[in-house]
Each structure stands twice: as structure tokens, then as C-alpha cells.
């Protein structure tokens, strides 16, 4: 592509591999895409979304993508007067950020097999098209017709019901429908999830249900619904997830917002992931209230998706070696059942990822770290846009020392769940490790922002900042908020930590306790710490903690 956007009657394309792929697809298989897109879920609700694409499409299509500049979009599509200043509001920048998602979720759901791609490149208002894969030169052999529903979401259903607008206002109505969409676009991104579309779901707007007419009507585990009230310059945003078997409250959440400091667009751009996250992470309401049901079942008894639970709850929680073993047996029945169930692969790597780190429940002649990354790998073949099996594979490659896979993996699994608590802490953490100080500190503060309530290993980044800077007392305070019993990373920070302090009694308390959860780290902490891909002067300063908390 040229600099300044296509020239006339050309069609921008990325090179995708194969002679048809690169020459990219032409303006009239642009189109046709264009108006798939526009017709679906994801588009056909949201005037707004689809006038956008259906201009800046248009405008690059005819040769004039130069003109896809802030102020253009801003006062012919979005109706900005003609003195609008781009430097007054962020509208256009909201707005393409929200068209990008939308075109993500599109091509991950129901554009999944779409043979021509539509997409916006970030910092660029001029969309990109491409071939999704080479045409074939002579026609396919016939394939078996799949199962219809094979490719379903294996996890609890939900539905988000219409908001409610608590004022005659139209524009607050406006605001409420576009919350219930941000809302279920973002919940569309947990692949463990069975989001109720759209055209189901708004058929309840206005109308005062019972959740559990609605569970046995839609066949939906549990139903979100909400409200919007506006009073003046302030709006409050009220979120609650119920079950449908009794009509159970499970979670609720108010948000207050000032308007006159963030645009509504911004507003409901950020309510609307908060809510997702909060409902839908593995530690989130609906993670935490199926779990409590998994823990009382004995492995034999676990569905496959009950078993990835399990994993979930071993990641959440504090007993790490009983809650470690019963995820990895109902884990490995479960892929030797149904082999084709990505998620469990990746719940597996992730178990075997922890032993070989932690070296918890070892298995005499077993090679975790191997058997981690092979399972990693099977959950990624089986489905690629799994933010889960991105995240087994950016982990397992961490812990075989594969640094570039790492970080290509976690980019992948960032840009497919954003609001993944957990991961984005495990990517805080890694990305700490190898170096990148900031990024892992951001990425740490985001974790916590989306995970109020977390397990105490969402921390550690800070101690280990404080740690490297010198500042030990800080250091202490922040590992010990965020210690697990039983956990070895928790005992060597708080020997390092207390040996570099002087409190030799605590750090020899920790250093005995490391040598009968992992004696592999008394007898080389070097080979620990190079294992976690540390920079080198990074190693020596904690080395120098442990050498200390041995004196």
C-alpha cells in the first residue's frame, strides 16, 4: 500500500501467502463483504458502527482514503458541526477503537470463515482488505457436513437483557441500548461463554420478566440485566447477574460517572468492560458460582467443562497442591475423552507449566515442561482465537525459555481478551521478568483495576519492583500481601526480601520451608532465577538476597 491511502481503483491488500491471496480481493468481493458485515449481528444493530465502516470503506474504495482524516469523520459521519476541533473531543478515536473491537469479534464469530478480510489498522482511519486464505485453483473435494451445533461454546449460557433507561429522555434510551451492545460484544470474546444474540435477547426490552421464564424460554444458565439513570451531569450505571434455576443474585455492580469530564461514548466503552470482566473472567461471578458447585463433586464426576473449572480454581485459590492434583487428573481424563476440547488442552498446560516451574506434585520420569508445551500447542491448533490457549502457550514457552514465542503468544492472547484479569497479570508478571519494568507494572495495575477482589499472586510484580530499587521495606509489604502458603515464588521472595533486611530468623523461616517444598531451590537458586529469564544484574540482585538470607 502507498503512502496517503490506495490510488484509484486499486484495492489495498496484505500479503497473506500464495499467488491469489497476495494479489488481494477485488473492489466487487469488497463490497460483498461489506454488505455481510453490515447485515450481521454485529453491525445490524448499531447505526453508528455501520456508517462508519460503510464510509471509510467507501472513501478507499473510490481512491479518496486521504480524506479518512478526524475532522472529515467527525463532521460527515458522526454530524460534528462545521467548526468542530478534533482537539476539543475524541470521538473519532473512541469511535474507531469500537469499530476495530466490533471487527475483531465479527471475524472470531460469525465471520469466522469469511474469505475477505475488512479491518482498520491502529493509529489509521483508511481499513485494509485481505484474503483470509488463497483461493483454491480447481474446486474442493466435497467434505462430510459438520455437526451444526459442534462448534458451540461448551460452557454456561447467558443472556444480557435490554438496559433499562430510568428517564423519558431519548437520547438515554440511545445510551442504554448502546451499553447492552458494548456489553455483549465484549462477552462475546470468552470463548467459554454462550452469549444469547441479540435479536433473542431484545425481544425482553421494555417488558418486566421473571429471569427464570427467561432461563427456561432462551435455555440460558443465567440472565444480566441493568439499568441507566441520568441527573444532570452525573449517570449512574447499575449492573446484576442472576441465575435462572431459582432467581439467585450473583453479582451487582453501580458505576457513577461524571459526564461532564468523559464523553458517553467513553463512558460506555469502560462500564461495559468492567461489567464483561467482572462476569465473565475465570475469577469472575460466574467462574467463582459454578465453582463452588465443582469443588463438592469428586474428579470421577466432572463434566469437560467442570474440569476446566477446577484448573480455575486451583489458580485462584491457596491450597496448591490438592487443588493442583485434582485439576490435572479430571484434566487429563477429560482430553483423553473429548480430544478435541481446546480449552481442557490449555487448563493441562497450564497445570504442567506449574509443575515444572514449581515442582509441585512431580511425577518421577515425567518431563512437564515438554508435555506443557505440547499441550499448548494442540489447544492452539484446535482454536486459535482461544485467549486461554494463547495464554497456555505464551506460558508454556516463558517456562521453556523461548522468550520471543512468549511475547508473541501473550500479544495474541492480550489482543483477544483484554479484560482477561488473570492473564493480563500472568503477562505482567512475565513481561517483568525478562526486563520489561514498565510494561509489567502497567500491565500489573490493569489486572487489579479489572480484579478488585484477587489472589494474592496478582502482586508480586510490585515486590519485585521495590525489590530491584532498593526499597526492601516496601519490598516486604507488598509480599506480604500478596503471600500464599505453600507457594514456592511467595517463600523466595521473602527470603531475598528479609535477607537483604537483616531479619535472618524470617528469611531462614522461609529458606527451610523452600527446602521441603522444593529442595531443587536451596541447592541451585541460580538455575531458578535464569530460569525465569531474568536480565543478568537482575539475577545477581537476587541472588545477593538469598545469600544473605542463608548467612
Given at each position: 500500500m502507498s503512502k496517503g491511502g490506495p490510488r484509484q481503483g486499486t484495492v489495498t491488500a496484505f500479503e497473506t501467502g500464495g499467488p491469489d491471496a497476495a494479489r488481494g480481493p477485488d473492489e466487487t468481493?469488497?463490497?460483498?463483504?461489506?454488505?455481510?458485515?453490515?447485515?450481521?449481528?454485529?453491525?445490524?444493530?448499531?447505526?453508528?458502527?455501520?456508517?462508519?465502516?460503510?464510509?471509510?470503506?467507501?472513501?478507499?474504495?473510490?481512491?479518496?482514503?486521504?480524506?479518512?482524516?478526524?475532522?472529515?469523520?467527525?463532521?460527515?459521519?458522526?454530524?460534528?458541526?462545521?467548526?468542530?476541533?478534533?482537539?476539543?473531543?475524541?470521538?473519532?478515536?473512541v469511535e474507531a477503537g469500537r469499530l476495530r473491537r466490533r471487527l475483531d469479534s465479527y471475524y472470531l464469530n460469525e465471520g469466522a470463515g469469511d474469505p475477505v478480510r475488512i479491518e482498520l489498522p491502529k493509529g489509521a482511519y483508511a481499513p485494509?482488505?485481505?484474503?483470509?486464505?488463497?483461493?483454491?485453483?480447481?474446486?474442493?473435494?466435497?467434505?462430510?457436513?459438520?455437526?451444526?451445533?459442534?462448534?458451540?461454546?461448551?460452557?454456561?449460557?447467558?443472556?444480557?437483557?435490554?438496559?433499562?433507561?430510568?428517564s423519558d429522555k431519548p437520547g438515554d434510551e440511545l445510551f442504554a441500548d448502546g451499553m447492552t451492545e458494548e456489553i455483549l460484544n465484549d462477552l462475546s470474546r470468552f470463548t467459554d461463554l454462550f452469549v444469547m444474540a441479540r435479536h433473542s435477547t431484545f425481544q425482553f426490552k421494555g417488558r418486566f420478566v421473571d429471569v427464570r421464564d427467561v432461563g427456561r424460554d432462551l435455555g440460558v444458565d443465567y440472565v444480566l440485566e441493568g439499568s441507566i439513570r441520568r441527573a444532570g451531569d452525573r449517570v449512574r450505571v447499575t449492573a446484576?447477574?442472576?441465575?435462572?434455576?431459582?432467581?439467585?443474585?450473583?453479582?451487582?455492580?453501580?458505576y457513577d460517572r461524571n459526564m461532564s469530564s468523559q464523553d458517553l461514548i467513553d463512558i460506555q466503552d469502560e462500564i461495559a468492560d468492567h461489567v464483561s470482566a467482572a462476569v465473565a473472567r475465570p475469577f469472575g461471578a460466574i467462574g467463582r458460582d459454578r465453582a463452588r458447585a465443582v469443588r463438592r463433586k469428586a474428579p470421577d464426576d466432572l463434566d469437560a467443562y467442570e474440569s476446566v473449572l477446577l484448573f480455575h480454581a486451583y489458580w485462584m485459590g491457596s491450597d496448591i497442591h490438592d487443588?493442583?492434583?485434582?485439576?490435572?487428573?479430571?484434566?487429563?481424563?477429560?482430553?483423553?475423552?473429548?480430544?478435541?476440547?481446546?480449552?481442557?488442552?490449555a487448563a493441562l498446560a497450564l497445570i504442567y507449566a506449574e509443575e515444572g516451574r514449581l515442582h509441585v506434585n512431580s511425577r518421577?520420569?515425567?518431563?512437564?515442561?515438554?508435555?506443557?508445551?505440547?499441550?499448548?500447542?494442540?489447544?492452539?491448533?484446535?482454536?486459535?482465537?482461544?485467549?486461554?490457549?494463547?495464554?497456555?502457550l505464551m506460558t508454556a514457552a516463558f517456562v521453556r525459555g523461548d522468550v520471543e514465542e512468549f511475547r508473541a503468544a501473550a500479544e495474541r492472547a492480550l489482543h483477544l481478551n483484554p479484560n482477561h484479569a488473570d492473564m493480563v497479570a500472568d503477562v505482567g508478571i512475565y513481561a517483568y521478568l525478562t526486563g520489561e519494568w514498565e510494561r509489567g507494572l502497567a500491565l500489573a495495575r490493569k489486572a487489579i483495576a479489572l480484579a478488585p477482589v484477587h489472589p494474592g499472586w496478582f502482586r508480586i510484580v510490585f515486590a519485585l519492583d521495590h525489590y530491584r530499587k532498593g526499597r526492601f521495606e516496601d519490598a516486604l509489604i507488598e509480599a506480604r500481601k500478596g503471600a500464599i502458603p505453600d507457594y514456592s515464588p511467595s517463600l523466595v521472595l521473602l527470603a531475598m526480601i528479609n535477607g537483604r533486611l537483616g531479619r535472618i530468623e524470617d528469611a531462614?523461616?522461609?529458606?527451610?520451608?523452600?527446602?521441603?517444598?522444593?529442595p531443587g531451590f536451596v541447592e541451585g537458586p541460580r538455575r531458578y532465577f535464569e530460569a525465569l529469564n531474568m536480565p543478568a544484574d537482575f539475577v545477581g540482585q537476587c541472588l545477593e538476597g538469598i545469600r544473605q538470607a542463608e548467612a
Open positions: 468481493a469488497v463490497r460483498a463483504q461489506l454488505a455481510k458485515i453490515l447485515g450481521s449481528e454485529h453491525f445490524s444493530g448499531s447505526r453508528r458502527m455501520s456508517r462508519f465502516l460503510d464510509f471509510v470503506v467507501g472513501q478507499s474504495l473510490a481512491g479518496s482514503a486521504d480524506r479518512l482524516k478526524e475532522y472529515t469523520l467527525a463532521v460527515e459521519v458522526f454530524e460534528r458541526p462545521a467548526d468542530f476541533d478534533p482537539k476539543d473531543s475524541n470521538i473519532v478515536r485494509c482488505f485481505r484474503r483470509s486464505k488463497p483461493e483454491p485453483a480447481e474446486p474442493a473435494a466435497p467434505r462430510a457436513t459438520p455437526e451444526p451445533l459442534a462448534d458451540l461454546p461448551r460452557g454456561p449460557a447467558i443472556a444480557v437483557l435490554p438496559f433499562d433507561s430510568m446484576q447477574l442472576l441465575e435462572t434455576r431459582f432467581g439467585a443474585h450473583v453479582f451487582s455492580e453501580t487443588a493442583h492434583l485434582r485439576a490435572r487428573e479430571s484434566l487429563e481424563r477429560t482430553v483423553a475423552r473429548q480430544p478435541d476440547y481446546a480449552s481442557a488442552w518421577e520420569g515425567a518431563d512437564p515442561v515438554a508435555e506443557a508445551y505440547a499441550a499448548a500447542r494442540r489447544a492452539v491448533e484446535l482454536e486459535p482465537v482461544s485467549s486461554l490457549a494463547q495464554q497456555a531462614r523461616r522461609a529458606m527451610e520451608a523452600l527446602a521441603k517444598l522444593h
